[in-house]
């Protein structure tokens, strides 16, 4: 058996996107499961959009979440030049040609189209043409895209999607594609294929949104003599209102960066992006690493699009409640030597890091993050509801403090009662504080 090869190819165009984390987390999944390879290849040909910034917010995304690679970071912009030369050699061999129409005769035959009430595709107008014809065309400048050029008659695309199911596309409706610009840069469906092809990957795993270039791709592969790789595409993952999830209109709760500047734990993360589009065989919903690679299949993928259950300012989660469990769990249930360094960060970040936590007041320390964790979800708790713990100015929630004072007229008293008893504990741990 051939060596299974998958990819994670970004667009650098800004932070990395859960959704797009969920990619890479599927694809990795997939490549550690059968000991295959996984690379990172960065899809920057977006000259206008593609910013060095984004690369290295994708890459720290991607190394926070654990999420590791085996070859790259490759770039798609390195390889322009055998891009645009397999567009070339598609002429050459049969499988496209050159359109010289332009961009107003184009759009007169949509509108008529439009007025017939018929679907419209390119008409093949300069597939026609006489090579005479062609060369004059070329050597007045007259600008050119190159068209990818569909077999005719009868036949269709077929392939097995292996979470759709199959899939087939006639060939009568696949028009005649662009594959290079007419300033001479390739497009998306062809620099994607030569990738692939170059890099020898044998599995697909990306977006639904993608699902409509497949039959188009699968046309390139076969032009070019190159094997079909296997195709998985992910369901879509939308808001409450069933709309697709993005930064412009949910804002930075889209991003792996927001999770790693609020305190989430990275494989908490990992686990919650993974359960939006897969299930497992069972009703587990906590994995460590090594049990999620091993049940891991595509054969889990969900056909029906996931919910990300956030409303953007809603007062009281900062996002899906479910991921704020999720990390909780992993909050309390860790080993408190592997969170008391996570703590200490957050209170040096928040300037109530106080030296004798690591000497004399290191068991109280330490006992005291292992009894109040069990109430938080995030790292930054310990900084906003447990800054009582650690600093002796700190802000109370008045609608609480409003409501218990008028309901209990003596609470001034017993919290003095509860302070006292508190002070005289020999020993502060969990089991002596539930007594008091």
Request: contains cysteine.
């Amino acid at each position: 058996m051939s060596e299974i090869r998958l990819r994670f190819p970004p667009s650098p165009t800004g932070y990395l996107h859960i959704g797009g984390a969920r990619t890479a987390i599927y694809n990795w999944l997939y490549a550690r499961k059968h000991k295959g390879k996984l690379i990172l290849r960065i899809e920057d040909t977006d000259v206008e959009r593609s910013t060095k910034d984004s690369i290295a917010g994708i890459i720290d995304g991607l190394n926070w979440l654990g999420i590791t690679w085996d070859e790259g970071p490759y770039y798609q912009s390195d390889h322009i030049r055998e891009h645009v030369a397999t567009a070339h050699t598609l002429i050459s061999t049969g499988h496209a040609y050159k359109c010289f129409c332009t961009k107003e005769e184009l759009e007169a035959k949509r509108q008529a189209a439009v007025a017939a009430k018929t679907t419209y595709q390119y008409d093949r107008t300069c597939l026609q043409l006489s090579p005479e014809e062609a060369a004059r065309k070329e050597a007045l400048n007259v600008p050119y895209v190159i068209r990818f050029k569909v077999p005719a008659g009868a036949g269709s695309v077929v392939f097995e999607d292996k979470v759709y199911g199959r899939i087939e596309k006639a060939h009568r409706d696949i028009e005649d594609f662009v594959i290079l610009r007419s300033n001479g840069t390739p497009l998306y469906l062809l620099s994607n294929v030569v990738d692939d092809i170059r890099d020898r990957i044998t599995h697909i795993i990306r977006g639904q949104d993608g699902l409509g270039n497949t039959p188009r791709q699968i046309l390139i592969y076969e032009a070019l003599g190159a094997p079909v790789p296997v195709f998985a595409h992910m369901s879509l993952t939308l808001d409450p209102q069933k709309a697709k999830i993005s930064k412009r209109s949910h804002g930075e709760v889209v991003t792996v960066q927001f999770y790693k500047e609020n305190g989430f734990l990275p494989w908490a993360l990992v686990n919650f992006l993974v359960l939006l589009g897969w299930s497992p065989a069972s009703d587990q919903e906590i994995f460590s690493k090594e049990e999620l690679i091993q049940i891991f299949t595509l054969e889990g993928m969900n056909k029906a699009n996931s919910i990300f259950n956030y409303t953007k300012d809603d007062p009281k989660f900062i996002t899906d409640p479910k991921a704020l469990s999720i990390n909780a769990h992993y909050l309390r249930t860790m080993p408190i030597t592997d969170l008391i360094p996570l703590v200490k960060e957050e209170l040096r970040a928040a300037d109530l890091w106080n030296d004798s936590y690591e000497g004399a007041s290191k068991e109280w320390f330490i006992n005291t993050i292992d009894l109040i964790r069990s109430r938080f979800h995030t790292l930054k708790d310990f900084t906003g509801p447990g800054r009582a713990y650690f600093s002796d100015t700190f802000e109370m929630d008045p609608r609480p403090v409003k409501k218990n004072l008028e309901k209990y007229e003596r609470i001034r008293e017993w919290l003095g009662l509860l302070a006292d008893r508190f002070a005289g504990l020999a020993d502060f741990n969990k089991e002596e504080a539930e007594r008091v």
